[in-house]
């Protein structure tokens, strides 16, 4: 999917992450759990969860703010707004209009886009284009969830896996060499039942029985996303690398989706990266689908754990069943 024009880079990172945190021992309040098992089975030691007042494009705006203000880009000057989510404010308008709307960003297009956890790699591989092709200068790429109100609290397979937040980037040319260099993207639609939110679409409108049957959150087999994440994320970053003509020994740091600390350090150890070369925030932030990648990398630039020219593999996976790999050539002094 390589139409290298011109070379596109990130121009600046951003995040937002709401106060209020959950952690293991609230959640041992709320449902059959325990802190040992999930920090053992997951990582996870604590969530975000957003106010009641906010919804996603609340979270993207700030996320976006941040971004925009690293990237010393003003609104205006914005050609695109893409925004990666599963949790819209509302079926529509898109949140990326919202956050348009927000921002008074008024010469941008506006969409969003929905891979799932892989959405933000989606997006970013999405806006590359038209900053490749030369149709626009900047473009803003967010990805955002409020999956605490998608989110079976009496479920808990699934409730003690995920959080809240946003991450944004914030597209532009750059030096030819540099910047996102390969992105693999795919998807394999039979394991769509693996992952999914039943309910309050076209198949099945809400109804009463949809709410009283529980069918408007996240359900998900676990093992089988397991089973499909820990193949994918080494395949995929492999299959980046490979298309950018590098080896796994050239990379100077993965920032994996954050989803389980075991798959990510079954991706590590495959990749014969050590852990202290591979990003890890679950801890802090429990799986944000399509704002962890945005997120840890606004972290790993920011603590400069990125530096200018290093290489960099981006992986995720996700509902879909969706996966993708981008390998970038560090572009800015951090
Ligand atoms: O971004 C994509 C989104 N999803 C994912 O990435 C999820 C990928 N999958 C996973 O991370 C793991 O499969 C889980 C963390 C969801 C589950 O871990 P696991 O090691 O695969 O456990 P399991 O599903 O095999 O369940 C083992 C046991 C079960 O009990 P039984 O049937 O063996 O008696 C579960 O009921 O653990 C039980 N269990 C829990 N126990 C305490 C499941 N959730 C919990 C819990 N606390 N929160």
New binding site residues.
Partial sequence: MENRIRAVGILGTGKYLPEKVLTNADLEKM????DE??IT??GIRERRIADPEMASSDLATRAALDALEDANTSPEELDLIVVATVTPDVFFPSTACLVQKNLRATKAGAFDLSAG?SGFLYTLAVAKQFIATGTYNKVLVVGVEVLSRIIDWTD??TC??FGDGAGAVVLGPTEEGKGILTTVLGSDGEGGKF?TMPAGGSKMPATIETVQNRLHYVK?D??E??KF?VRKMHQASIEALELSGKGIEDIDYLVP?Q??IR?IESASKKLKLPMEKVHVNLDRFG?I?SASIPIALDEAVKSKKIKKDDLIVMVA??AGLTWGASVLRWNKES
């Fill in positions: 449902v059959d759990t325990s098992w999930i089975r997951t956890c808990r397979n003690v896996l992952l998900m676990g093992s996303v397991f994440a989706h989803a389980n798959i799986n689908s996976f996700g």
